[in-house]
C-alpha cells in the first residue's frame, strides 16, 4: 500500500513539472528589446534570449530622431497609450520619455490622418494660412497642424528597455548569425527584428535601406519641434536633432559633407539663429525599408528536416520607436499561440 501511493506521488510529481521554453529575438534595437520584454511579461515558463551583433550606440534605433508620428496610415493607439503613460510617470526620465509641442507641415492634405492626431491629442488645431505666416514668415507650406506629441530619447530609452529585460530573467548573446536555422538545437521559437539584414538573413528583396542624416546641434532657445516634408527639427533637453533626410537604396553610413550642408541650409533658411548654434555630433543610419512591415509566423525548414517556427517582425522603416511596442504586443501574442498549441499536442 505504501509503495503504491509513493509512486502515485512520484506519477504526480513528474506529471506536475513544467516546461521551460526557449525564445530567442534576433536584434537589440526598440523593435527587438519591445518583442523580448512583451514576452517575458505576457508569458510565464519561458526563456528569452537577445542575439545580436548590435547593441546600444551601434543600432539604427540609436540615432532615431525619437518623435512619436502621428501622420501614418494606420493608428498608433496601443503605442500612444503605453509611451503617454511612461511620460506621465515617475520613469519618464529613467525611460526617456517626454512631452513637446510643435508644428507639422505638408504642402497636400493630410485629410486621412486628421482623425488620428485629433483623437491622440489634446490640443490639435489645424493652422490657416494666416496663423503659418504668423507662426513663422519664412514657411511656404500650404497645410500646417499644431499639437502635442510624445518624444523619446532613444539612447535612454533602449538601454531602459535593456534594464527591463534583464531584471525579468532574459540574457544576452553577442553574436553574428549567418542562418536562422543555426538555432534550432538551441531555441523552440525565434522572434526576428533583424530590421535591415533580412535582405541577407532571410533572402528579403522586398528590404532596402532609406539612410537618414541627423545633425546634433546645441540650442536650449528652441523648445518646439518643426517637423515638414524635408525639414526637421526636435528639441532634446539642451540640445536639437536636424534632418529630414530619406535616401532610398542609399547604403552609406558616413557622413557627406554635400548633405550635412543641405540639412543646415534648411534649418538656418528657416530659423536664422540657428548659424550660431554650434555643432556637438552627427549621425548616419540606414532605417530598414520595406513595402509593408513583416510581422508573421513562418515554419522555416531546418536541415534536420524539422521546421523551426519563426515570428518575423522587421521592415518599420522610419517608424520603429513609434510602432515597436504594439508590435512587440503582437509578436508575443503569436509566440504564446505557438507554445500553447505545441503544449496541447504533447
Not at 551601434?58 to 502621428?70: D, E, K, V
Not at 486621412?112 to 489645424?126: C, G, I, P, R
Amino acid at each position: 500500500m505504501v509503495r503504491n501511493v509513493t509512486c502515485l506521488r512520484k506519477n504526480q510529481e513528474e506529471f506536475n513539472i513544467t516546461m521551460v521554453h526557449s525564445v530567442a529575438v534576433i536584434g537589440a534595437g526598440a523593435v527587438g528589446l519591445s518583442a523580448a520584454v512583451n514576452v517575458l511579461q505576457a508569458l510565464r515558463d519561458v526563456k528569452v534570449t537577445i542575439i545580436a551583433d548590435k547593441f546600444d550606440e551601434n543600432t539604427t534605433s540609436w540615432g532615431a530622431g525619437g518623435i512619436f508620428r502621428l501622420d501614418l496610415d494606420y493608428h498608433p493607439k496601443k503605442d500612444h497609450e503605453r509611451i503617454s503613460t511612461l511620460a506621465h510617470s515617475d520613469q519618464a526620465e529613467e525611460s526617456g520619455m517626454s512631452f513637446v509641442a510643435g508644428t507639422l507641415l505638408y504642402n497636400v492634405p493630410k485629410e486621412e490622418a486628421y482623425s488620428v492626431m485629433s483623437e491622440l491629442t489634446f490640443d490639435f488645431q489645424k493652422l490657416s494660412q494666416t496663423q503659418l505666416k504668423q507662426l513663422n514668415p519664412r514657411v511656404s507650406y500650404k497645410y500646417g497642424y499644431s499639437f502635442t506629441t510624445l518624444l523619446t530619447h532613444t539612447g535612454t530609452y533602449l538601454k531602459w528597455l535593456m534594464k527591463q529585460f534583464l531584471y525579468c530573467g532574459g540574457s544576452v548573446q553577442c553574436r553574428t548569425l549567418s542562418s536562422i536555422t543555426e538555432l534550432q538545437d538551441d531555441f523552440d521559437i525565434v522572434i526576428n527584428c533583424c530590421g535591415l539584414n533580412a535582405a541577407q538573413l532571410c533572402q528579403d528583396k522586398h528590404m532596402y535601406p532609406i539612410m537618414g542624416h541627423l545633425i546634433k546641434v546645441k540650442a536650449p532657445w528652441i523648445k518646439k519641434f518643426f517637423w515638414s516634408e524635408e525639414f526637421y527639427m526636435f528639441p532634446h533637453n539642451n540640445y536639437i536633432l536636424l534632418g529630414g533626410i530619406r535616401e532610398k537604396g542609399n547604403w552609406s553610413t558616413v557622413p557627406d559633407m554635400a548633405v550635412r550642408e543641405t540639412i543646415l541650409s534648411r534649418g538656418k533658411n528657416l530659423f536664422p539663429h540657428l548659424k550660431h548654434a554650434p555643432i556637438i555630433d552627427e549621425w548616419v543610419g540606414l532605417r530598414p525599408g520595406r513595402p509593408s512591415i513583416r510581422l508573421e509566423l513562418e515554419e522555416v525548414k531546418c536541415k534536420n528536416k524539422k521546421s523551426l517556427p519563426v515570428v518575423h517582425n522587421y521592415g518599420h522603416a522610419g517608424d520603429g520607436i513609434t510602432l515597436s511596442w504594439d508590435c512587440g504586443v503582437e509578436a508575443a501574442r503569436l509566440v504564446k499561440e505557438v507554445l500553447t498549441f505545441a503544449k496541447s499536442h504533447l
